[in-house]
């Protein structure tokens, strides 16, 4: 069984920066395909950013490219995600996903049906 554990979040003012961290146990990491997705309160949960078994092979929801950055680190199982120039628009639980093995070395899901894993969650509170 695996088991994913967000970290990182907090309130910070707009145009900070956070770094929330995923922790994965139970399977091997490496083989992983990872992903971040967001909640608002209200909404509907929504795709953030993924990243492949291949560590460069990365895919950003248009809302986050050019201001998020995910990447992992299979030596600590852990993937994180760099947010930069936070928005009040960005504030909602993030929740850290995965799949155990990975399909293939380039595969990015971009679904929420397509992670069979799921952390509980931490919530990012951006303040303008």
């Known amino acids: 069984q695996v088991q994913l554990v967000e970290s990182g979040g907090g309130l910070v003012q707009a145009g900070g920066s956070l770094r929330l961290s995923c922790e994965a146990s139970g399977r091997t990491f490496s083989s992983s395909a990872m992903g971040w997705f967001r909640q608002a309160p209200g909404k509907e949960r929504e795709f953030v950013a993924a990243?492949?078994?291949?560590?460069?092979?990365?895919y950003y929801a248009a809302s986050v490219k050019g201001r998020f950055t995910i990447s992992r680190d299979n030596t600590k199982n852990t993937v994180y995600l760099q947010m930069n120039s936070l928005k009040p628009e960005d504030t909602a639980v993030y929740y850290c996903a995965g799949i155990f093995p990975s399909g293939s070395y380039y595969y990015i899901p971009k679904r929420i049906d397509e992670y069979d894993y799921w952390g509980q969650g931490t919530q990012v509170t951006v303040s303008s």
């Open positions: 990243i492949a078994w291949s560590p460069r092979t990365t």
